[in-house]
T-cell receptor
Framework: AQSVTQLDSQVPVFEEAPVELRCNYS??????LFWYVQYPNQGLQLLLK??????LVESINGFEAEFNKSQTSFHLRKPSVHISDTAEYFC???????????FGAGTTVTVRA | NAGVTQTPKFRVLKTGQSMTLLCAQD?????MYWYRQDPGMGLRLIHY???????AKGEVPDGYNVSRLKKQNFLLGLESAAPSQTSVYFC?????????????FGQGTRLTVV
């Protein structure tokens, strides 16, 4: 199983500032990569995913993540955050054909006005 | 479209009591999973199922049992609850193979064992 490291447990950020959440995983075999978001007292919602193709993937609400195979990373970025982006963000990885997800410990993003 | 539904949403148990958490999905997914979420540890896989009638152990299976008698349902049982099982439990489902997209999660069950 993959080991997933999210390098920051807490990220405070001001509204309209950029944010980057870092994610590294352990194995360089073919993988599926995901970012999930969890708002307070809710379940996990998919934010974006990499299955194949372009290494830069985007979400509908302005987030993007880039798959870097050589560095085994899948960092998440947003150029300008909103108060509503306050949530916990989880990076998840599964090996190709496995489908079981390994999760990072999560990064709590708190956006302040 | 309900997706993945978990019952109950909240439960308080006394040490040694038993209970069953129910997960139901209406997406005809083959794979189903139970995870637990603890602060600072992300989500950890307890058990999973790759189809009706099959189950397998995940990363933290001790103290839990599961059953998948019907494709749409995946039950998680605690035979003798312990305070260490206080957690938020999430069920998820996915469809493997060429059409694979992502895992869909339920809203969670918050369990407290006192």
């Amino acid at each position: 199983a993959q080991s997933v490291t999210q390098l920051d447990s807490q990220v405070p950020v001001f509204e309209e500032a950029p944010v980057e959440l870092r994610c590294n995983y352990s194995s360089s075999v073919s993988v599926y990569l995901f970012w999930y978001v969890q708002y307070p007292n809710q379940g996990l919602q998919l934010l974006l995913k990499y299955l194949s193709g372009s290494t830069l993937v985007e979400s509908i609400n302005g987030f993007e993540a880039e798959f870097n195979k050589s560095q085994t990373s899948f960092h998440l970025r947003k150029p300008s955050v909103h108060i509503s982006d306050t949530a916990e963000y989880f990076c998840a990885v599964s090996d190709l054909g496995d489908y079981k997800l390994s999760f990072g410990a999560g990064t709590t993003v708190t956006v302040r006005a | 479209n309900a997706g993945v539904t978990q019952t109950p949403k909240f439960r308080v148990l006394k040490t040694g009591q038993s209970m069953t958490l129910l997960c139901a999905q209406d997406m005809n997914h083959e794979y189903m999973y139970w995870y637990r979420q603890d602060p600072g540890m992300g989500l950890r896989l307890i058990h999973y199922s790759v189809g009706e009638g099959t189950t397998a152990k995940g990363e933290v299976p001790d103290g839990y049992n599961v059953s998948r008698l019907k494709k749409q349902n995946f039950l998680l049982g605690l035979e003798s609850a312990a305070p260490s099982q206080t957690s938020v439990y999430f069920c998820a489902s996915s469809a493997p193979g060429k059409g694979y997209t992502e895992a869909f999660f339920g809203q969670g069950t918050r369990l407290t064992v006192v």
